[in-house]
């Protein structure tokens, strides 16, 4: 791992925790988490986007952002948001819409299968943990997408490279 490796993954951090720290609703947190995701993925490659989401969901515990109800779920979000990673990471080079419908898909079918059949939590969270899972996935691939192509110029100049 390089300098910038580290640093640029260090930044998207930052980034994704600063939306979690506003603690606004899941609507607006599911969409701008899972962007950064993306954005990750993107930037600075699989191996930094599946740190970054590995970290995302254990510091939002620590800080209290993720209520102790979901604690049982937090290892699937961490495998939710690598999946997502792996999958935009690697189907991207061969057509980045298929690539984040498909992260978004398998990110939902990873948690929906853990809280239908490996976890025990609450229906309330069951329910958080699936359909709106897969509707914060695709917004934030959406979002992605935009940011991607309005990045599109200044990604392949010295700056980025």
Known sequence: ???????????????TLTF?????????TGPAV???????????????GV???ALTPWIAFLNG??????APAIPFIML??????????TLRKINIYLATVTAAVVKFLVLTTAVRFLINVPPKVSVMLQLP??????TGGIIALLILKLL?????TKFFS
């Open 51 to 53: 740190l970054i989401g």
């Open 80 to 89: 939710g948001n690598a999946v997502l990673v792996i999958f935009f990471g």
């Open 152 to 156: 599109e110029n200044p990604l392949k």
């Open 20 to 28: 979690q720290m506003f603690r606004l609703p899941q609507p607006f």
């Open 34 to 48: 899972n962007t950064m995701l993306f954005l990750s993925s993107a930037i600075v490659g699989i191996i930094g």
């Open 1 to 15: 791992m390089n300098l910038k490796f580290i640093t640029r993954t260090a930044i998207l951090l930052a980034l």
């Open 133 to 138: 899972q897969l509707y914060t996935a695709i």
């Open 65 to 70: 952002i993720l209520p102790p109800v979901l």
